[in-house]
């Protein structure tokens, strides 16, 4: 069993609980559930520059703990106030010690539009995710079928919510209608082996549409990095463990957006 085969399997024994617990009208009734959501899309499309998706992340599989001062809500006012164009909330607790709560109190917060960031395989999963704040989901083609991907969209934009597809290579390709999905992240980890190469996104942007809204994930640390994306036509990039490394978050976020200015 593969690690995502691990995850899976988690993930299945945590909807069954959450099934136990709640139905999808149960979070009909919230407030959040109610709000509208902000554009994620709007949101990484606003000028020519490449956007920023910053991510709040305490650990990983690969890497144990990455921020040990983790403190989300603070963190979460730090990319505000430097005016990041997203931000990336972990929600899976086993895996990556992130929480649903963390989603909903940053929330009543934001000035960004919020990706719950998880392994999201069911209906309820969404409408969980609607309920504590998101303005979109992350969905992995990896982890789901091409029927799945097409159910689960469907289901997150009849809550108003928009939906990250993520990619790891090319066999995930055949699954995906662009027309539905048209916002794409690529993500340069391999999820078996952790090894991360950045030709992943330069090498499989050019097999998806031009009017594709396009994030590159993982693995970006520099200024060489990105240019090296800035090829690939990229429209965002989603960043966590640097940022979460850095001593000073803010001058962490204003140096990235040097380097993805297009004058940079």
């Not at 164009?85 to 972990?90: E, G, R």
């Not at 549409?209 to 693995?219: A, D, M, N, Q, R």
Request: hydrophobic letters at 40%; glycine letters at 4%; charged letters at 30%.
């Amino acid at each position: 069993m593969n690690f995502l085969d691990k995850i899976l399997q988690t993930k299945s024994e945590e909807v069954k609980r959450l099934r136990k617990t709640h139905s999808l009208n149960s979070y009909r009734d919230s407030e959040l559930f109610n709000s509208r959501a902000i554009s994620f899309r709007k949101a990484v499309k606003q000028n020519k520059n490449i956007s920023i998706v910053a991510e709040i992340k305490k650990a990983s599989p690969s890497k144990g703990i990455i921020k040990s001062d983790f403190n989300h809500i603070q963190i979460a006012k730090s990319y505000f106030e430097v005016g990041v164009n997203a931000v990336s909330v972990l929600t899976d607790k086993q895996f990556f010690q992130g929480d649903i709560q963390y989603l909903e109190e940053i929330a009543k917060i934001k000035r960004s539009p919020l990706l719950r960031k998880d392994f999201i395989v069911d209906e309820i999963q969404i409408f969980e995710a609607k309920a504590h704040g998101a303005d979109i989901i992350l969905l992995i083609a990896e982890a789901l079928s091409k029927s799945q991907i097409k159910e689960l969209s469907t289901a997150a934009f009849e809550c108003g919510l928009e939906v990250l597809l993520e990619l790891h290579s090319e066999d995930q390709l055949d699954k995906i209608d662009f027309r539905e999905n048209d916002i794409i992240g690529i993500n340069n980890r391999n999820l078996v082996d952790f090894h991360v190469d950045l030709d992943v996104t330069a090498r499989l942007s050019k097999q998806i549409p031009g009017k594709v809204t396009l994030i590159s994930e993982s693995g970006i640390q520099s200024k060489k990095d990105i240019d090296l994306l800035r090829s690939a036509n990229i429209n965002a990039i989603l960043v966590g463990e640097s940022i979460m490394r850095a001593g000073n978050i803010g001058n962490k976020i204003n140096e990235l957006k040097s380097w993805c200015s297009n004058e940079g």
